[in-house]
């Protein structure tokens, strides 16, 4: 008789387990527990069911209990809650949520994979009927259900990270009139304040209705009210704020848990118990970049986990190098991905470090559907190694963070990012890719060779009438600027250096940056001593500069916005 394999949690991590023990050892009898009514289901995908994108709420539930029986033989008990582990005797005490009984079922290892849970703050009306979170399948017909059921037009999502901006995504894409409130100014934490700006466009563009810097405090009749009293129509809403590790088993079994709060495990998944394991969103990860502890919930490093753990049990070794958290996103027209520290965190963390923010075209000018990129590389000042990486645009972003996240992996250095041989087809890219061309611009702040000022940094530029170049075109130039830039083309500058000071600091912009970067560059060759390029240039300028300017009325520092 082989091994008896008990695993708590049924999804990403517990059927990966399940999956890999059965390839290890056919004579193991592997037995999976859920409390819920499906195993082995779609959780990132749970949003797209309210589009209709996942027209069919079964299409979310990859396998059955039947199917693992059959193809694995695997045991998947459904509707079957965990409700003690007895270490003592190496048992566990299950509620059958069907019949109300309890029973024992022993194991040789156990393993946890329980998951998250979603956070609920107390407040007025957080527990009435049209309040939901989303965790599972059945949550998201639920929602589904009654929305079209009661054919509601006004909802309010609670919270701006993956799941709010994805829910919020797709009730747009229904029809629906969406609200997202975020208590922070931004939305999607992994992305710095300034990329941020980009997807607060594209939000605010299709429809949505952002409030930032504001958190919910009451439910109401139709409503929902914010900290700074405004009140927002909401026939439903949908609760995004975030999730806690369900780690209620994990301490009463006197488990230990970390200063994350989420289950503390050794590097092979090992919990303070030598015959128990656990993985997923319920752990705690070490980070390899910040050099401690932290949670990561998502689907790929518990993948991995499983693996790992299941190999353990068999004796095969296991190289845990930590987590750097890489993730990306589709929002509406735009994709998104980002890997390792953001400026924001590196700085936290207190990592002295730079950026650089470039603009090139995702693929060759010429072809159908270029478009600019939005590419800010992070990099540890002075060693040149690499940190972090956040993509925004039409093109392929996630194979460039793909690449980062590979060069982190490896502790690649900005040296190794320019010299990177990657592929190149005028249809899919350049012959110089983005993040080559990104580790040469760093390369060339890195080295001194030129000074620049980040997009955040221009209001301030302008309202103090600093000397400005817009090195655009002049019909460029008159479909807006800087209100106070002088246009000097790159093609007339050097017949027009008597126009340039001397005497004061000077900072040059273009649409993305290269055409500025050029003359920035010919005119320290030329002996000017205080030149500097503006990261990001009159693109990146609007970008960083319309969401606040929508929201806040203020004064705008353009003429007119521009976004081609």
């Not at 929902?224 to 995004?240: F, G, H, N, Q």
């Not at 994350?260 to 015959?275: F, M, P, Q, R, S």
């Not at 075209?361 to 000042?381: C, I, R, W």
């Not at 990012?417 to 060339?444: C, F, I, R, W």
Request: proline residues 3%; glycine residues 8%; contains cysteine.
């Amino acid at each position: 008789m082989g091994k008896k394999i008990v695993i708590i949690g049924g999804v990403a991590g517990g059927a990966s387990v399940a999956a890999r023990v059965r390839r290890l050892d056919e004579r193991a009898e592997i037995i999976m527990f859920e409390k819920g009514p499906h195993v082995s289901f779609s959780n990132c995908s749970l949003p797209y069911h309210l589009s209709g994108i996942v027209e069919d709420s079964e299409q979310l539930v990859l396998m059955n209990p039947n199917i693992f029986k059959q193809r694995y033989n695997i045991e998947a008990r459904v509707n079957q809650e965990v409700i003690k582990i007895n270490r003592d005797r190496k048992t566990i005490t299950v509620k059958d949520l069907m019949t109300d009984k309890t029973y024992e079922a022993a194991y040789d290892k156990l393993v946890l994979s329980p998951g998250a849970k979603p956070i609920k703050p107390n407040l007025e009306g957080i527990d009435n009927d049209n309040v939901f979170t989303i965790r599972n399948v059945v949550d998201i017909e639920n929602v589904s259900n009654f929305i079209k059921q009661k054919d509601l037009k006004d909802i309010a999502v609670i919270g701006g990270g993956f799941i709010g901006v994805e829910v919020a995504e797709n009730l747009k894409l229904a029809g629906h009139n969406v609200s997202l409130v975020e208590f922070a100014n931004q939305l999607m934490a992994p992305y710095d304040y300034d990329m941020a700006q980009i997807l607060h466009k594209e939000m605010v563009d299709n429809g949505i209705e952002l409030i930032l810097d504001d958190g919910l405090t009451k439910i109401g009749d139709g409503y929902v009210e914010t900290s700074s009293e405004k009140r927002i129509k909401a026939d439903a809403v949908i609760l995004a704020i975030g999730v806690r590790p369900e780690t209620t088993l994990a301490e009463e079994s006197d488990l230990e848990t970390g200063n994350t709060g989420a289950i503390k495990v050794d590097h092979n998944y090992l919990t303070t118990d030598k015959n128990i394991y656990a993985v997923g969103d319920a752990i705690e990860v070490y980070h390899r970049l910040l050099h401690k502890p932290t949670r990561l919930a998502l689907a790929g490093p518990a993948q991995k986990q499983a693996r790992a753990a299941a190999d353990h049990m068999y004796g095969i070794p296991n190289r845990n190098q930590g987590v750097i958290g890489s993730s990306s996103i589709k929002l509406f027209d735009l994709n998104a991905a980002s890997t390792g520290l953001n400026a924001k965190t590196a700085e936290q963390a207190g990592i002295t470090h730079d950026t650089v923010y470039v603009i090139p075209g995702d693929k060759v000018g010429l072809m159908p559907n270029s478009n600019p990129m939005h590419f800010k590389l992070v990099y540890e000042y002075p060693t040149g190694r690499i940190l972090g990486a956040q993509a925004i645009g039409k093109g392929n972003v996630d194979k460039r963070i793909d690449v980062i996240a590979t060069m982190i992996t490896m502790n690649g250095t900005l040296e190794d990012l320019k010299d990177l041989e990657l592929t190149y087809s005028p249809m899919l890219g350049t012959a110089k890719d983005v993040v080559n061309h990104a580790a040469l611009v760093a390369l060339n702040q890195l080295e001194g060779r030129y000074q620049e000022v980040k997009v955040s940094e221009v209001r301030g530029l302008v309202e103090s009438n600093a000397f400005i170049i817009d090195a655009r075109e002049k019909g460029e130039f008159e479909s807006g600027h800087l209100k106070n830039a002088l246009n000097i083309p790159l093609s007339e500058f050097r017949e027009r250096l008597n126009e340039i000071p001397t005497d004061e600091p000077v900072y040059i912009h273009c649409r993305s940056g290269q055409r500025s970067y050029n003359m920035v560059i010919a005119l320290n060759n030329l002996g000017y001593t205080n030149i500097h390029n503006i990261s990001g240039s009159y693109l990146g300028i609007n970008l960083y500069e319309y969401f606040n300017d929508l929201v806040t009325g203020r004064e705008k520092i353009v003429t007119a916005y521009n976004f081609n």
